[in-house]
């Protein structure tokens, strides 16, 4: 009988192994993995048999989530990262971004996208152009010239809700031999599978619709065998892979994202067109609106699905004072700087989304004084329009 401390450390640990199958994916909380032989552990190293050795190279619950993400996505592999800003990081570091390599992006990315490219990779030595990705024209003199390792864009832009015409940019990257990394946050696979379209990766902030309940930080990019074996090699030593905690939890949000995303889609355009008729609000920016330039291209990409839970709106009175008290006159809809939540969110992208963008920078794009995001969560239409209105009239 070993003594009371040995047992205290080891006792319950060494389970024979179980000929039952959990129906629900256990989170696997264990640093590391061991074999009962040497040489087994030594062939998972070697990548020669499957298996996990270290959780910062590969663990069962964040594999299964790898595993759903791909299925959703129609890609052989998908590789989990921290954030959706590691997902970003890791995608572009995967396509060859190094010193001296050129990438070409759309100019209305998500802030910290747009940063990560102008400041960090810039830093670096990486050379970023930024065009307007609804013009195709601009994108292939742009791509033409710079001969970019990747063309970077957003499915649905953030906040402006620019669409990306994937299968004509894939035309204008391949011809290059750039890649296309697409950012589908605001799509979510529900909506579009860019690989379908030519994408070469696709990357998620799972925080967003993958999660879907504002609980957990994830990012993940969907793709090939052969790219997710340049990410994974890079993420072990880089080390910015998902814990099983969040795998867990974003693999529980994945198993409703249809359900979720199909009442966002119906609220968001409900709350879209009542938006643009009311006289408060200057202009509503949405692709399931017929005014949206790209309405015809969302039909296209999204067959009938929908059109996204998230609508950007310019209040009439468009100074920041007055958005503030708008924002604040909400009861039900929350000022919160994310997106994609089964609760409805509203945010103020010229001081939280994207205020790491500079202020000329920000006017040039589109994004002005008066513009509000707001994220269409699960919640009964009429109750968000109600708090709507009333938020309006307080203005
Ligand atoms: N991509 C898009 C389109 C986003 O909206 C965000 C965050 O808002 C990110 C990436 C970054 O995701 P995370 O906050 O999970 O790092």
Known sequence: MKSLRTMAVHAGERAPRPDFRPVSTPIYASVAFAYEAMEDLDAVFANARPGYVYTRYGNPTVHAFEQAVAALEGTEEAVAYTTGMAAVHGALLGAGVRQGARLVAAADLYGASYTLLDKILRSLG??????????????????????????FCETISNPLLRLADFAALAEIAHAEGALLIVDSTFASPYLVRPIAWGA????????????????????????SAAYAATLRDQQKITGANLGPFEAWLLLRGLKTLPLRVREQCANALAIAEH?????????????????????????????????????????????????????????????????????????????SSHRSVPPEVRAQIGIGEGLVRLSAGIEETADLVADLDQALAAI
Do not use: W
């Open 200 to 223: 070469d990766m696709v990357v998620h902030s799972a925080t967003k619709y993958l999660g879907g309940h504002g609980d957990v930080m994830g990012g993940v990019v969907a793709c």
């Open 275 to 351: 938006l643009a008729a009311h006289p408060k609000v200057a202009h509503v920016n949405y692709p399931g609106l017929a005014s949206h330039p790209q309405h015809t291209l969302a039909e296209r990409l999204f067959e009938g699905r929908g059109y996204g839970g998230v609508l950007s709106f310019e209040l009439a009175k468009g100074d920041q004072a007055t958005v503030f008290r708008f924002m604040e006159a909400l009861r039900l809809i929350q000022p919160a700087t994310t997106l994609g939540d089964i609760y409805s969110l509203v945010l103020y992208p010229a001081h």
């Open 126 to 151: 990486v050379e970023a152009t930024f065009v307007r990705i609804d013009h195709l024209d601009e994108v292939a003199e742009a791509v033409q010239r710079a001969k970019p390792v990747a063309l």
